[in-house]
């Protein structure tokens, strides 16, 4: 097992199932109370090892997400945003993403990864429509509303952001301006 904080919840109603599903960063698995303490640690092995086996295939490659921001650009954004890279990065603690107009570069907030894809794919959006409006004008925030699902992705990131207690990006919303 890795270092995942992990909750067991033994329950006198589950008779014979086990489950385990993530919440926030710990793994929570759910046990019959009439396990024995060796079957549990045994059973909390395997769930753990499952959920992270099934993290590890969902998650998105350096690769897999410029593949992903060129069909964005060209489904949502007429193929004008044109990225020379993306990646992930782990030093964003404040922004979803970044864009670097210059060199065409965008990079992603780890932070997002196991979030919907369609979240991430709002992020992609944004930062892809700064290759075409550098700020956050009404017109930038024309390019990032061609995303179908923008509004209900801004809403799951307030959310995210307003339960983990953290400060929303300057630029969450449209009308914000740039520092």
């Known amino acids: 097992m890795t270092g995942a904080e992990v909750e067991v919840r033994r329950s006198k109603r589950r008779r014979r199932t086990v489950s385990a599903y993530r919440e926030g960063d710990r793994i929570v698995v759910l046990v019959p109370a009439s396990l024995t303490r060796a079957e549990e640690t045994e059973w909390v092995r395997t769930m753990v090892e499952r959920i992270e086996r099934a993290e590890k295939r969902r998650q998105l490659t350096d690769e897999d997400l410029l593949t992903r921001s060129r069909s ?3 489904e949502y954004l007429g193929g004008l945003a044109a990225p020379s890279s993306v ?3 782990d030093n964003q603690l404040t922004r979803w993403g970044s864009c670097t107009p210059g060199d065409r570069t965008i ?19 944004h930062e892809l429509a700064h290759l075409i409006e550098p700020g956050h004008d009404a017109a930038f925030w024309g390019w990032v509303d061609r995303y179908p699902q923008a509004d209900k992705a801004k809403g ?7 339960a983990a207690q953290l400060e929303a ?11």
């Open 107 to 125: 990079r992603v907030s780890e932070r997002l990864q196991g979030m919907p894809g369609w979240v991430v794919d709002y992020v992609l959006v």
């Open 72 to 74: 964005l650009s060209d």
């Open 156 to 162: 799951y990131l307030e959310g995210w952001t307003a």
């Open 169 to 179: 990006p300057f630029d969450a919303l449209p009308g914000a301006e740039d520092a």
């Open 87 to 89: 990646r992930w990065v």
